[in-house]
């Protein structure tokens, strides 16, 4: 079976920092881009980052650029989302998504809260 | 950055109904890179139709996408109890990813 599952997500301060893991099987993990997702209590969806398959590409949406750092580890089958000076508008569950220009896989999220 | 703008806000429906959706870009969008979703309620967004009209693995016939350019409709031909969830659009160009804001069908 195809699936992706997030882990990492909790409560922190502003300002703090938050690692986010996305373990995937049942699938060629190598061979997929990969993106983070997040979506506020109550809101949208909202992507937040891509990493292409071989990890030599990233690209990142303005309110996270500078802040947050994408990454994989092929031999590990896991997706990263290293999340730097984290502000209370960050809280949200964050998704872990396969696929290029459209999302095929999903995984239930992460819930991750920021406040004091 | 392209915006898209989905509308109406929400849809208030019957089963058995035909819903239309609809999701204006602020730019042209390649068709090859218009998608759609549904979201219920704790779950996941799932993929409905990629490429602005083919449908994903599993979905089931009366769901349709069509549109280009900047206009693109998802069609649901008769509404089942299951249908009732929040759908959104999503495009892809220069590198960046987007949604649209979604469009709640309810049961009337």
């Known amino acids: 079976e195809v699936q992706v599952v997030e882990s990492g997500g909790g409560l922190v301060q502003p300002g703090g920092s938050l690692r986010l893991s996305c373990a995937a099987s049942?699938?060629?993990?190598?061979?997929?881009?990969m993106h983070w997702v997040r979506q506020a209590p109550g809101k949208g969806l909202v992507w937040v980052s891509r990493i292409n398959s071989d990890e030599n590409s990233t690209s990142y949406a303005d309110s996270v650029k500078g802040r947050f750092t994408i990454s994989r580890d092929n031999a590990k089958n896991t997706l990263y989302l290293q999340m730097n000076s984290l502000r209370a508008e960050d809280t949200a569950v964050y998704y872990c998504?396969?696929?290029?220009?459209?999302?095929?896989?999903w995984g239930q999220g992460t819930l991750v809260t920021v406040s004091s | 950055e392209i915006v898209l703008t989905q509308s109406p806000g929400t849809l208030s429906l019957s089963p058995g109904e035909r819903a239309t959706l609809s999701c204006r870009a602020s730019q042209s969008v390649s068709s090859s890179y218009l998608a759609w979703y549904h979201q219920k309620p704790g779950q996941a967004p799932r993929l409905l139709i990629y490429g602005a009209s083919s449908r994903a693995t599993g979905i089931p016939d009366r769901f349709s996408g069509s549109g280009s350019g900047t206009d693109f409709t998802l069609t649901i031909s008769r509404l089942e109890p299951e249908d009732f969830a929040v759908y959104y659009c999503q495009q892809y160009g220069s590198s960046l990813w987007t949604f649209g804001q979604g469009t709640k069908v309810e049961i009337k």
């Open positions: 998504a396969r696929g290029s220009w459209h999302f095929d896989c």
């Open positions: 049942g699938f060629t993990f190598s061979s997929y881009w």
